[in-house]
């Protein structure tokens, strides 16, 4: 089955810098793959995702790369805020198979 | 429009001792799933539903139950509370099984198993 690598569990950043958070994926047949933020004591809210087809996108102050060849993508988010410190999770899908979760990042920023 | 809702909020349990936890969602999606989250494991499958009527097996499904009587409905039952089964559990929907159909959570069960 999938497998999916998050790095790194916790990462802390000052206000205004950049923060990356790095996925990979075991399984080329995967071709979805969502990014959810979550709020200390809430679930996980989709906040960005990119299909296999397309190497970027991006909304606003966040992005993702996806690489289809070393099968891994990213999440960037620029000009960081206090309110985007939580949990960040990266997942994986091929076709209605299941979402396989990455274990997590703790992002914390600094004002 | 509530979206996905978990009851109860919090729950202790002694070892051995059962419960139900309930999942509703108002969005009229066909897929049900349950996770559990445990740090740093990230999030993992229990069980899910394709259908009113229909279960599954997920990853981790060893010492729970369910049942999908209703569309808006997924119960998770724990038989015989282990402490192993402390955990954060999230129920979450989808309205299809397209790879891009975008799953819904709740906002949690945390359960405390003594």
């Known amino acids: 089955g999938e497998n999916v690598e998050q790095h790194p569990s916790t990462l802390s950043v000052q206000e205004g810098d950049s923060a990356v958070i790095k996925c990979t994926y075991s399984d080329s047949a995967s071709n979805y793959f969502p990014w959810y933020k979550q709020e200390l004591g809430k679930g996980p809210q989709l906040i960005i995702d990119i299909r296999s087809n397309v190497g970027e996108k991006k909304d606003q102050r966040i992005a993702v790369t996806l690489n289809k060849t070393a099968k891994h993508f990213s999440l960037h988010i620029t000009e960081t805020q206090p309110e985007d410190s939580a949990v960040y999770f990266c997942?994986?899908?091929?076709?209605?198979?299941?979402?396989?979760f990455g274990k997590g990042t703790k992002l914390s920023v600094i004002p | 429009n509530a979206g996905v809702t978990q009851t109860p909020k919090f729950r202790v349990l002694k070892t051995g001792q059962s419960m139900t936890l309930l999942c509703a969602q108002d969005m009229n999606h066909e897929y049900m799933y349950w996770y559990r989250q445990d740090p740093g494991m990230g999030l993992r499958l229990i069980h899910y539903?394709?259908?009113?009527?229909?279960?599954a097996k997920g990853e981790v499904p060893d010492g729970y139950n369910v049942s999908r009587l209703k569309k808006q409905n997924f119960l998770l039952g724990l038989e015989s509370a282990a402490p192993s089964q402390t955990s954060v559990y999230f129920c979450?929907?989808?309205?299809?099984?397209?790879?891009?159909?975008?799953?819904?959570f709740g906002p949690g069960t945390r359960l405390t198993v003594l």
């Open positions: 997942a994986a899908k091929r076709g209605s198979y299941q979402l396989t």
């Open positions: 979450a929907s989808t309205h299809g099984l397209a790879a891009t159909d975008t799953q819904y």
């Open positions: 539903s394709v259908g009113e009527g229909t279960t």
